[in-house]
């Protein structure tokens, strides 16, 4: 079995991610690609929405795509989960298995907990952004939707969803904001 893995925060979700997994499903030799949210990202101090929220949002987008699963893996951990134990955890269960990440986290992938180890588990696959170059080793994911969530929790601008998950993701961002205010 061919496995790809697409970590991250997703707070929240939105079309770049939707995105990524698309294509990752059109150009990758895979039978499963498993979304896998973070209960806390190592490289990021706090999430807004928690990891059940964004698990049950990641659920609801992606329920009619066949291929694809959504694992609470990480947010059962409770606490930052290394990336290489995501793959420790999976690795059994696959021939090969790939691991998707966005090209803004190039510049400090060597920095990566036990990189040498994630390295030499997986075939990297980057979703491109900006200018960020793909280095040549690495399968590069055409997908550059102008969409952050950084941007959304700062001013709420579109996360080209369908409006119902639309809606509530903006609706549970904006209660937040005004629990904190």
Same mark, same amino acid.
């Given at each position: ?37 973070? &209960? ?11 990891? +059940? #929220? @964004?698990?049950?949002?990641? /659920? %609801? ?46 510049? &400090? ?11 030499? +588990? #997986? @075939?990297?696959?980057?979703? /491109? %952004? ?52």
């Amino acid at each position: 079995m061919k496995l790809a893995l697409f970590g991250g925060s997703f707070d929240p979700p939105h079309a770049g991610h939707v995105g990524v997994v698309t294509k990752a499903l059109e150009i990758l030799p895979i039978d499963r690609l498993i979304v896998v949210p973070a &209960a806390r990202n190592p490289f990021k101090p706090t999430v807004r929405a928690s990891g +059940a #929220v @964004r698990y049950g949002w990641l /659920t %609801r987008i992606f329920a009619s795509y066949e291929k694809v699963e959504i694992s609470d893996f990480e947010i059962s951990q409770n606490r930052s989960v290394y990336t290489i134990e995501t793959v420790r955890h999976y690795a059994p269960m696959c021939d090969e298995l790939y691991l998707i990440i966005g090209a803004d986290n190039l510049e &400090a992938l060597e920095r990566w907990h036990c990189f040498d180890e994630l390295d030499a +588990a #997986v @075939r990297w696959v980057v979703a /491109t %952004r900006g200018e960020t170059p793909v280095p040549d080793r690495m399968i590069a994911l055409n997908v550059d939707v102008p969409i952050s969530s950084t941007d959304f929790r700062t001013r709420f601008s579109p996360l080209g969803l369908e409006s119902d998950i639309e809606n509530d993701i903006i609706t549970y961002y904006k209660e937040l904001n005004e629990f904190k205010n």
